[in-house]
């Protein structure tokens, strides 16, 4: 994935966060669907940012971006900086 897809993948996860608050303030969804669906929603973001920013650090020493790879949402939600 090309670091403008990954862009365009965070800015469709972003749009959707935001419909499904307005979905859940208009009373589409249950506070418990929207719960459950923003985690995944962070997941996603989550992985899409860490695959981003490996792909801008390989290209800042001269490597390959597209060796890098999605990490498992275990292994990115639990870092810590």
Do not use: F
């Not at 469709?12 to 929603?41: I, M």
């Not at 695959?51 to 790879?69: H, I, K, N, T, W």
């Amino acid at each position: 994935m090309r670091d403008d897809e990954i862009l365009t993948r965070i800015s469709a996860l972003v749009t959707e966060e935001h419909e499904l608050r307005g979905r859940l303030s208009a009373g589409e969804v249950t506070s418990d669907e929207e719960h459950a669906r923003v985690k995944e929603l962070e997941v996603a973001l989550d992985q899409c940012w860490d695959l981003l920013r490996q792909r801008r650090a390989r290209r800042g020493v001269g490597e390959d971006p597209d060796s890098a790879a999605v990490r498992p949402a275990g292994e990115v939600e639990n870092y810590r900086q």
